[in-house]
């Protein structure tokens, strides 16, 4: 198991910016791929984002590609998700996830962490 921790939640206006990061803990990092996913209010959890082990390789979801970017620093044990250009249906609980394959943390993470709020107003 790893531990996860999240960071850098908050409010903004749209088409403000947000920096999340999640560090993690107990394991290798540079043994996981990692996630991200979100939960707005009423809906499913749904998938944002994931990086293979080395950064190598990433996949985001249709309505965040070119706004949300993910990244890794192993040497920090800490991946990030650099939120941009963001609206109100961007609102949510982000997640952190880690697995260990990349298809893995896509469609069913092994490890969460406790979530981090964030909040777009018009």
């Known amino acids: 198991q790893v531990q996860l921790i999240e960071a850098g939640g908050g409010s903004v206006q749209a088409g403000g910016s947000l920096r999340l990061s999640c560090a993690a803990s107990?394991?290798?990092?540079?043994?996981?791929?990692m996630g991200w996913f979100r939960q707005a209010p009423g809906k499913e959890r749904e998938f944002v984002a994931a990086?293979?082990?080395?950064?190598?390789?990433?996949y985001y979801r249709d309505s965040v590609k070119g706004r949300f970017t993910i990244s890794r620093d192993n040497a920090k044990n800490t991946v990030y998700l650099q939120l941009s250009r963001l609206n109100v249906e961007d609102t949510a609980v982000y997640y952190c996830?880690?697995?260990?394959?990349?298809?893995?943390?896509?469609?069913?993470?092994?490890?969460w962490g406790q979530g981090t709020q964030v909040t777009v107003s018009p």
């Open positions: 990086i293979t082990w080395n950064g190598a390789a990433t």
């Open positions: 996830a880690a697995s260990s394959t990349f298809v893995g943390v896509q469609i069913g993470p092994d490890n």
């Open positions: 107990g394991r290798t990092f540079r043994n996981y791929a």
